[in-house]
């Protein structure tokens, strides 16, 4: 049986080929309620009767259920019947009336045909006045189901939590915690979205980005926003057809609301690596046309990584930096590149790496880095999109900050900031 620590993340057949799962939750707290949440790739309650709980103890197909009584349930679920809108499994415990802080241990434990596959041990650790507690999450990742480790507490009860998913909380749900006073970091976001009018759809852009770190509680965090552009010789047609425009666009909607002065630093990669300038709500509108550079013949992952590693230490800023790395293919020298990975991970940096598929393209690679074993903290997620690049900008956005809220919360606990 594999134990789980939190953050941890596998992939589920590395556990077990089955797809019919138990995960049982058990809580040691007076009054603690348990559920499970069947939401969307963006982390939606979009169907209500996936949400199982005591009071709706199964989903519409019986894909979802849950059995038992008090602080300790069995929740069973059937991975291969859930329709394709459920991409994610969230199970969760919460409380009414004491913070979860209350807690006396407990365990959440995933089985599979009658034998427990994996164990998570639950403790209060880290937690004060939090009444919900998010456990365990099942979720398809590159055509596969994972398993991540979660163990994040969740500031309000039920009915915040609810909205949080983006559901209807129920009417004797605890009150959602007020909103906070606005701060400078507020203020700062403010000018700059005021600025953003003059530029021609990075208004609504900004405000996509911010539901999307709202959601996670990252609405007031800062970051320095570095953008990494793949130029071989593959990317050709991601640069005439304005994916790539539209992609530096994105990224400065993120950088607004994240990095104090709303700029971005950008690099090109290809078999050499090089700085190529900052884009901002300045000159945003002909930056990419603008790039003077030629496209190469190769794609080196370990020159650029250590780059922009080398180039966030310089800098004199204490905030951590949000690397997005564009890439549409494999890499070269591959035991170079996962050495710089592993000693980033001792760093204050955050990698998401988006590989664009056109064709047979492998992202083996990339897929590896996001579970590499061995790193003082999980500190890069990779998702994959298909060529050309068109999805709707909240869902771009979502995956864009997706574990980020997770690297945050752990890269301070490790004490990298």
Known sequence: M???????KLKLSDLTPQRRLSVTVDVQHPDADLSVFGLDQGRQLKDDRYFVFFNQPRSP???LTVIGSGTSRTFTVGLDALPASIERLMFVATSDSSPLSAMKGGSVTLSAGGSEVARMPLSAAGLSGEKALMLLELYRHSGDWRVQAVNQGFNGGLKALLEYFGGEATPDAPAAPPAPLVSLVKERQAVLLKKAEGTPGMVSLIKQASV??????LGEARYRVKLVLDVSASMTGEFRSGAVNDLVRRALALATRLDDDGQVDVYLFGIQARRIGTVSLDNVEGF???LKFGFEGGTHYAPILKLVREDSRKEASNDPVLVLFITDGATSNRAAAE???LEASSEPI??????????RVDF?????????PGRVVDNADFFKVKSPVRLPDAELFELLVNELDSWDRDSRKAGLR
């Open 212 to 217: 999307s770190l709202d959601k996670r509680g």
């Open 61 to 63: 197909g019986g894909e």
């Open 364 to 372: 083996e690679f990339l897929e590896k880095l996001d579970d590499l």
């Open 288 to 290: 990419v046309p603008g």
């Open 2 to 8: 594999q134990d789980l620590a939190p953050g941890q």
């Open 350 to 359: 955050f990698w998401k790496f988006m590989g664009i598929e056109a064709g």
């Open 339 to 341: 050495r710089e990975i």
